[in-house]
């Protein structure tokens, strides 16, 4: 005998809007399955705004409301029976961010919590990853968004350091990270690796799930440093039209991917990581299991 919930998890990005629907699979004397339903993606680049002019703009703000009566109706017919919606590193720092969560709640019937850098990091590190991490081996989980990047290490398989940093892909597409910030996070990865022999490297975020898609690996295979390298030079070499037209990026991942395997490979740098395993887990994976298990 099974029993299946519904849950949804909503990630307001700074590069994207992302709705997830989950199945919960209960069977007694077994742990509970989390399987996706469905995943609906929208680009709307609030880290545009908010990291430029400390606001979101009125265009943006329709399209935010737009997003949430139809990811409304979306949890309705699937039958949803709880959700979470969570915005991030461009909502935090947005100055009309309270105004349009109470437009938000106010037209879609949404409730929308801003989450902090320290909170975000917990929430993803509260994923599923048991198939990846080994008890006897250290890993750097890494991902990468818009506004933010979000380190914790695990050892032992449990996580015993954590950190956010103002650094993603939307702020240096608008050169908006400095040197401080790079040496900030060279350091704290340094510190943290430093008493392991060996660290592996987890990715988690939309362009190095791309990154993997393009190697035709198998999902239990992790990508190495030199192929992710390799894959930075040539991404580096080609324009933007080319990116969209040989790789079939979507426009909004065409600009920033670069962006992301940089901050990927000083990570495996900086840690000693030669490899770096592509879960396809993020935020929104850790919205839906920290529900469940009570833990947000």
């Not at 329709?62 to 915005?87: F, I, N, P, Q, W």
Request: glycine share 6%; aromatic share 8%.
């Amino acid at each position: 005998m099974i029993n299946i919930k519904k849950y949804a998890a909503i990630d307001i990005g700074s590069n994207a809007v992302r709705l997830l629907i989950s199945n919960i699979v209960e069977q007694e004397g077994r742990e509970p399955q989390f399987n996706k339903s469905s995943l609906v993606r929208v680009p709307i680049r609030l880290g545009q705004d908010a990291f430029t002019v400390g606001e979101i703009t009125e265009e943006n703000i329709a399209r935010m409301v737009d997003a949430m009566k139809a990811y409304k109706l979306l949890m309705k017919v699937h039958g949803v029976e709880r959700y979470m919606a969570c915005a991030t590193s461009a909502m935090r720092e947005a100055y009309n961010a309270a105004d349009i969560v109470e437009t938000i709640q106010r037209e879609a019937d949404i409730k929308i919590d801003i989450i902090d850098g320290k909170k975000e990091a917990a929430i993803i590190a509260a994923t599923d990853l048991h198939e990846f991490i080994k008890p006897d081996t250290t890993y750097l989980f890494v991902d990468v968004g818009g506004g933010s990047t979000e380190f914790s290490l695990f050892a032992k398989g449990q996580i015993v350091a954590s950190k956010s940093f103002k650094n993603g892909t939307v702020r240096l597409l608008n050169n908006m990270v400095n040197d401080v910030v790079w040496v900030e996070i060279e350091k704290w990865i340094k510190a943290v690796t430093e008493p392991y022999e060996t660290v592996n490297l987890i990715g988690s975020g939309g362009n190095i799930n791309k990154l993997f898609k393009l190697s035709g690996k198998k999902q239990d295979k992790p990508l190495s440093y030199f192929y992710v390298h390799s894959q930075y030079q040539a991404l580096n070499s080609m324009s933007y039209e080319q990116r969209i037209a040989d790789l079939g990026l979507n426009p909004d991942r065409a600009d920033v991917i670069i962006h992301a395997a940089r901050i990927y490979l000083n990570a495996m740098r900086w840690s000693g990581a030669r490899n770096i395993f592509v879960p396809k887990i993020g935020l929104s994976d850790g919205i839906v299991k920290a529900m469940y298990n009570g833990t947000i």
